[in-house]
């Protein structure tokens, strides 16, 4: 089997979202009764949107196919997972990422109807509740994200919550 390699980062600080923490406004939770979500129905969709909704908008993507074959193969063995929200039947937005140990890190998101992505991360959050997980690794600090309650820590913080989180007994049954 042909190995793919890929670039890891490792950004100081580091932007993580605790469940518990997730911010949602009276707007939010007005809009959050027009979707419905669903967890892993498509998860190759998943990431075919968020590259195509990033290329749409002229931005850069570092969603290859490689990254899609590689992450569509570690969903099939329950380590990667997607959040789905839907439109009257339609995907509208969603994120996908790996769950490790209590740890959901989060790679992409995107949204083709205004709030979409939130409700998946207001989904995600309740679920890793759910899972008796630790906290989602949004990566790179955002202002979006921040607003929904995620905050930044040092990569030192970071690295130690991580494999305090790998040795959680968070259940794995996604």
């Not at 190995?3 to 980062?9: A, D, E, N």
């Not at 931005?59 to 196919?65: A, N, P, Y």
């Not at 995907?91 to 490790?100: E, H, P």
Request: proline share 2%; hydrophobic share 40%.
């Amino acid at each position: 089997m042909k190995m793919t390699r890929f670039l890891w980062w490792s950004p100081n600080p580091r932007l993580i979202l605790f469940p518990d923490a997730i911010k949602i406004s009276k707007s939010l939770h007005k809009s959050m009764k027009h979707f419905e979500i669903r967890y892993d129905t498509d998860f190759e969709k998943v990431m075919r949107l968020c590259l195509e909704t990033r290329l749409h908008k002229g931005q850069k993507s570092w969603i290859s196919e490689a990254l899609i074959a590689s992450f569509c193969a570690l969903h099939v063995k329950g380590l990667a997972h997607s959040v789905e929200t839907f439109f009257e039947g339609k995907l509208v937005g969603g994120l996908y990422g790996l769950y490790l140990g209590g740890v959901f890190c989060g790679e992409s998101m995107f949204s083709i109807q205004r709030d979409a992505s939130k409700v998946a991360l207001v989904g995600l959050c309740e679920k890793i509740r759910l899972l008796g997980g630790e906290f989602i690794d949004c990566q790179l600090p955002t202002e979006h994200l921040k607003s929904l309650g995620a905050c930044e820590v040092s990569r030192e913080v970071f690295l130690k919550k991580l494999r305090e989180s790998l040795e959680h007994t968070a259940s794995q049954a996604w």
